[in-house]
């Protein structure tokens, strides 16, 4: 259960084509490339609502009506966008976890170390879930709140946005991925997943949102934003910079051993926005 909230609560009572245009994506991005990308931000959003109680989903609804939306995924990636406008909220969106720690350090998330001031990823999440579960914020204000959520939450479960190999989340490690020269970033952010989804981010979500089970959404529901940063780094350490190629030219086989994992940091993500939302907004 997201405790912020809780507290909060408590105390207020076909395949080629879609390869091109996964790297006409890729081409696009520049090196500080967005977690997920447009697709992973909508899949999570779909899923979540597929996990919203009645009252959350009504107030939810009521919220995005104030800016004329009536969907999560058209917020999604709202956060990304104002970027450039906002340059400050850069550092929001990631969590340095070093990969290699220095010794008598913390192999986990260690709030002094990875996130100072209080700009990280994991210190949004828990500050724009207590705007939203603070019924004494204006409704624009938890309408912003509910807008940085639905992204960071995305964003914390990209394995990439929690590891730091001194690579600036495998921006600066140039692959090769099914013929395309790009880099290890690009290839979490988009290219495992853009092929599988072949543009329809609804179908995609609704179909992993059918496979999840009871036992998995009571599992993935427990935890807090520390946790699952510290969850997203050891994918990082053990699946991405240890089993798995991370450089040079990477296998035909990469594709099909990576989009697991990418669907189950997207299952888990959607599932736990939905935890979020159901406890702030109940």
């Not at 084509?17 to 977690?35: C, E, P, Q, Y």
């Not at 290839?187 to 329809?200: E, F, H, L």
């Not at 946790?227 to 296998?251: F, R, T």
């Amino acid at each position: 259960m997201s405790t912020l909230c809780f507290r909060m609560q408590t105390a207020n009572s076909p395949r080629t084509k879609a390869l091109v245009a996964a790297f006409v994506v890729l081409v696009a991005s520049n090196v500080n490339a967005h977690a997920w990308g447009y697709e992973g931000h909508r899949i999570i959003a779909e899923i979540a609502e597929q996990f919203l109680e009645p009252e959350t989903a009504h107030r939810v609804r009521d919220l995005l009506a104030i800016e004329n939306r009536t969907t999560l995924a058209e917020v999604s990636t709202w956060a990304d966008e104002i970027r450039p406008q906002h340059p400050e909220t850069r550092r929001w969106h990631f969590v340095s976890i070093p990969i290699h720690p220095n010794a008598g350090e913390s192999s986990g998330y260690d709030a002094v170390r990875d996130c100072p001031q209080q700009e990280c990823v994991v210190a949004k999440i828990e500050e724009f879930e207590r705007v939203l579960g603070d019924p004494q914020a204006s409704e624009r204000e938890r309408l912003e709140a509910l807008k940085y959520v639905v992204h960071f939450i995305g964003d914390v479960h990209q394995p990439l946005h929690a590891a730091n190999n001194d690579d600036r989340g495998g921006n600066d490690v140039a692959v090769t991925f099914m013929g395309h020269q790009t880099n290890l970033h690009a290839v979490w952010n988009s290219a495992i997943i853009g092929p599988a989804v072949k543009g329809d981010e609804r179908a995609y979500a609704l179909r992993l949102a059918g496979d999840i089970t009871l036992a998995e959404r009571q599992q993935w529901s427990a935890g807090s934003a520390v946790s699952w940063a510290n969850e997203s780094y050891s994918i990082a350490v053990h699946m991405i910079y240890g089993q798995l190629p991370h450089s040079g030219s990477l296998p035909d086989s990469y594709e099909t051993e990576a989009l697991p994992i990418v669907n189950q940091q997207l299952s888990r993500a959607g599932v736990r926005l939905a935890m979020v939302l159901n406890t702030c907004l109940r």
